[in-house]
């Protein structure tokens, strides 16, 4: 496979969580290719290990051995400045409970990974708007978290990720805790981003998403097999 068309390889990561006495073997030689424009799906019990799969291939944490490499970057050898901005422009990332800023309007959350790159402030304006009609939230602009429900606050963290149109979205059960007709306004996202062309990787069990997969992937105690 020529390492171009590659979105992420990761090749026998290891995580490994020591608290006290106690080892937690997160990832256990775990390897992983995803082609651009692929939209891989894991799934797996809970504790298996999958946010921390995703955490180490955003470059939010570092493998305890094995290598990463996103979009040609080996992130393990990348110091923090350099993930930060490399995160901010690559990578939309959808935690599974959304993770919005609380002082912060809709707006404004949408708003923050541009700031953070220095868009200028029209651009910003024009971008905020379109990614709300994307999610369909224009209506909600000025409220704040708490003031919205579990789906619209997944809808706003949706607009977030994508706010600098990064060619990588992770989701980290995004309709995890959301009911039926809820999700099905994530999963539609899901495929309009499968349609863009972006690179997908989500950790979820809802069969409308794991429909859109074109690599289906489980993972137990740490270890990662195709299905
Ligand atoms: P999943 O997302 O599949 O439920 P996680 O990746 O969250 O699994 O966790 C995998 C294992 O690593 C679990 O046993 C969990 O308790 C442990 N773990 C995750 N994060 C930490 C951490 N920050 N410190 C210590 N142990 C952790
Ligand atoms: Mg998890």
Not at 67 to 79: E, Y
Request: charged share 25%; hydrophobic share 40%.
């Amino acid at each position: 496979m020529k390492l171009g068309r590659m979105a992420v390889l990761a090749s026998s990561l290891c995580k490994t969580y020591q608290i006290g006495d106690v080892k937690v073997e997160a990832l256990k030689d775990v390897n992983l290719k995803v082609r651009k424009s692929e939209f891989a799906v894991i799934r797996g019990p809970s504790g298996a290990g999958k946010t921390t799969l995703l955490n180490v291939i955003s470059g939010i944490d570092k493998p305890t051995s094995g290598k990463i490499v996103v979009f040609g970057h080996d992130l393990g050898s990348k110091n923090e400045d350099f993930l930060a901005d490399f995160r901010c422009l690559n990578v939309g990332f959808v935690f599974q409970f959304y993770n919005l800023i609380s002082t912060l309007t809709v707006s404004e959350n949408v708003a923050f990974p541009m700031e953070w790159t220095r868009k200028p402030e029209n651009h910003i304006k024009q971008r905020v708007e379109e990614l709300l009609r994307i999610v369909d939230l224009q209506h909600r602009s000025n409220h704040f978290p708490f003031q919205l429900s579990g789906g619209e606050q997944q809808r706003v963290a949706f607009a977030r990720a994508l706010a600098n149109d990064p060619p990588l979205l992770l989701a980290d059960e995004p309709t995890g805790n959301l009911d039926a007709k809820t999700s099905l306004k994530i999963v539609r996202i899901l495929e309009k981003l499968k349609d863009d062309g972006k690179t997908i990787v989500v950790v979820t069990h809802d069969e409308r998403i794991m429909r859109l997969a074109d690599q289906n992937l489980y993972m137990q105690d740490g270890t990662l097999v195709s299905l």
